[in-house]
């Protein structure tokens, strides 16, 4: 099943729940994902350009919910945060921390790199072959951690 028929039995589901939360960051989603498929040149999304569309919107909701809490909005960074989860049920399983460091120490291997110098090359590994599985920000504190106790 694809993501937005997934998207739409969702949608479908909360509207008969009634809950609103999981209604406005299905819509959302939905509004999103007809945006990128109409701006397309055949009208179709590969799964990696859903996933990274979905990451969007879950650090747009984070970053949003930062901003409320900095302006003590404590309401409003909680329905955000909540939106968050409910995009983020229709991302793959992110890797644990222990994963992370290992799937990270490999890329390091595979790429030669010696020293923090070599940040950009293992970077560009991890970031096409973790995409989905992990947060960028995350990933960049992992490989730096890493090449610095090489």
Not at 135 to 149: F, Q, Y
Request: a negative charge.
């Amino acid at each position: 099943m694809n993501l937005e028929t997934q998207i739409m039995a969702q949608l479908k589901e909360a509207m008969k729940a009634k809950n609103t939360v999981a209604l406005e960051a299905l819509r959302a989603v939905k509004s999103e994902l007809l945006l990128a498929k109409t701006s397309g040149a055949n009208g179709e999304l590969s799964e990696d350009q859903e996933i990274a569309l979905l990451q969007k919107l879950v650090k747009q909701r984070k970053e949003a919910a930062e901003q409320f809490e900095a302006n003590e909005r404590k309401e409003l960074a909680e329905k955000e945060l909540a939106q968050a989860e409910v995009i983020q049920q229709f991302l793959p399983a992110q890797l644990s921390d222990e994963e992370l460091t290992a799937a990270i120490t490999e890329i390091v291997a595979e790429v030669g790199a010696t020293s923090p110098k070599d940040m950009g090359k293992v970077m560009g590994a991890a970031s096409s072959k973790l995409a989905g599985k992990a947060e960028g920000k995350l990933i960049s504190a992992k490989v730096k951690d890493i090449l610095a106790s090489l």
